[in-house]
């Protein structure tokens, strides 16, 4: 039986490094206005050519203590990106998250090379934003705004929940309305021309031959950034390091309730992330978490400043929080001590083959390699995630386990119903 696992484990392991080599063919270039182009050369045998343009202009960005400029960025670029494509027939799909926007491209064949010149303007070299654009988008963020607001249900990150005030965190993903309401024409359009620059940009494409990658990158190479040494660096959130305890009570719709508990975490390229990411799936298979409530949702949210773990329970059978939270963090601590070897492994197995569904479709591929380009500065950093989750150890599972069990470092979003 032991031999059986061995030989199945060897036989996944050496098919998967076939498909990474089938897949991860990269060239990667770095241009000299600070742009970062990445091309898959592999053969996925369509005509459409598949994009992935990142722009590390995320919520986690502050400019001038205003905090809903990278907001109105985003649907600025999409609305006129949006406006590009029914002109010139191709697809864009828009993204916005804490530490960049995303935006994933379904080009025709050929559309790259005779139409990256207009591509690349629409992006940099847009005119300025004018009042009453400028207050269109205003609107549709202050739209946005209020529903994060309500989070009925939502699985948005706690991050927003586990800052001081003075954090952009705490403000949410579109930051402040005052915020919003004051930005002037100048402001916005000063912004712009700061921070959507190629030195913030990462593009990922596969489907284009050498020959046309060369061209698109010439007319990137065309465009300069505002200020050549501007750096984008997410604003440290102090409190990671410090014990934060705070319970919020709010009414939700509905009979159920939810609950939400939020532990601080490590940051994206800290070695410590893929021991969450393990821990992340061994707890979302947890029969004892499940035992509690309809829905379970485990998610490792880091970012490149730092990043939260969070459990949300959802649909509990009891209202009495106390004795929900007791559960929880004696769960927690029980897991710590008596978590075992299969259980660690068959976690790292499901977590691979999430890694592996990833590799087949070029639409998340190509945003995993510009998320990787932006985190660890290599796109070439996919190539040792199956690596990095294999190396967790269950002592540093367990560790980890009993830190979380400690009750002295967690935030905890209630929801109550009605």
Known sequence: MIFLKILIILVNFLTAQVACREYFDLDQTRLKNGA???ALTADW???TEVGSLLIKNGASLKF???????????????????HLAKEYGFIVKGAYYWDYSNFIFYFPKGFLEKNSKTLWSTIFDHNEVDSIELENIKREILRALKKDL?????????????????????????????????????????????????????????????????????ELEKKHPFFRD?????????TFNVPVRKINYARSGGNNSIVRLGFPAVSCTAKDSFVYDVLQQLLSDDHGFFALGRSLYVSNNCSLGGGTMEIIIGGLKQTDTGKILDFVFKRLLLLSKNIDEDSITLSKQKLIEKYNAVLSKRDDLVTFVSRASLLYGDPTFVFK???????????EVKKILSKLSEQNSYTVLIKLGS
């Open 230 to 238: 501007q750096r984008f660096n997410n604003e440290v959130v102090t």
């Open 150 to 218: 309500n989070r009925k249900f939502s699985r948005m990150s706690v991050l927003s929940l586990m800052s001081p005030n003075s954090s952009i965190y705490s403000l949410g993903m579109y930051g402040s309305e005052e915020d919003i309401k004051s930005i002037t024409e100048k402001e916005f359009n000063d912004f712009l021309k700061s921070y959507v620059n190629p030195l913030g940009a990462i593009f990922v494409v596969t489907g284009l031959d050498n020959g046309p990658l060369d061209l698109v990158s010439k």
């Open 64 to 82: 001038d203590r205003k905090t809903s400029f990278p907001a109105l960025a985003f649907k600025f670029l999409d609305s006129r990106l949006q």
């Open 45 to 47: 045998g369509s005509g």
């Open 385 to 395: 995630y199956r690596e990095r989750v294999n190396d967790v150890k269950i002592s």
């Open 36 to 38: 970062f182009v990445v």
